[in-house]
């Protein structure tokens, strides 16, 4: 896929996502960006359904997103704009390094549909700082201001 220099509008899809990020299932927190603008913005969509594992125990009969989860694809979604940036991706990883300003606003539940809306602050060296935000139907669920480092991806010892 080429990459026009502002990419607004920049839709991709699963397999597109997983070029980009490490994370598989379970652990893969974003469905699909629907919009994108070179080191700026991201918009990733998390379709929330009751077959997610963590719904069994989280909670029996009231079943509720767990905060660090929604935080987790905030994120990935931060993650996913950062590393399309890196040349030597596959070497790399983000760690997250500090959140700030979490709130949460409203129980994320089975059937919502995240919208998740990140917002590159600032970016020097290996360090950058983004604001998220995810919505649910145009309401406000979570935000955050999340501190995140890159660091060398080390090579599995062979057998």
Not at 63 to 78: C, H, N
Request: one cysteine or more.
């Amino acid at each position: 896929m080429a990459m026009s220099d502002t990419q607004v509008g920049t839709q991709l899809d699963i397999n597109e996502i997983q070029k980009f990020l490490p994370h598989r299932y379970p652990f893969l927190m974003i469905d699909k960006v629907v919009e994108m603008e070179r080191f700026k913005r991201i918009v990733a969509i998390k379709c929330v359904t009751i077959n997610e594992g963590f719904f069994q125990g989280h909670f029996p009969g009231k079943p509720v997103m767990p905060g660090v989860l929604i935080l987790e694809s905030m994120a990935q979604a931060g993650g996913l704009l950062l590393l399309q940036e890196i040349p030597d991706r596959e070497k790399k990883l983000l760690y997250l390094a500090s959140m700030n300003d979490v709130k949460f606003r409203r129980p994320v539940v089975p059937g919502d549909q995240l919208r998740i809306e990140v917002n590159v602050l600032a970016w020097k060296g290996d360090l950058c700082k983004i604001e998220a935000k995810a919505f649910v139907d145009g309401n406000l669920a979570t935000e955050a201001k999340m501190m995140c480092v890159m660091a060398d991806r080390e090579e599995p010892a062979s057998a």
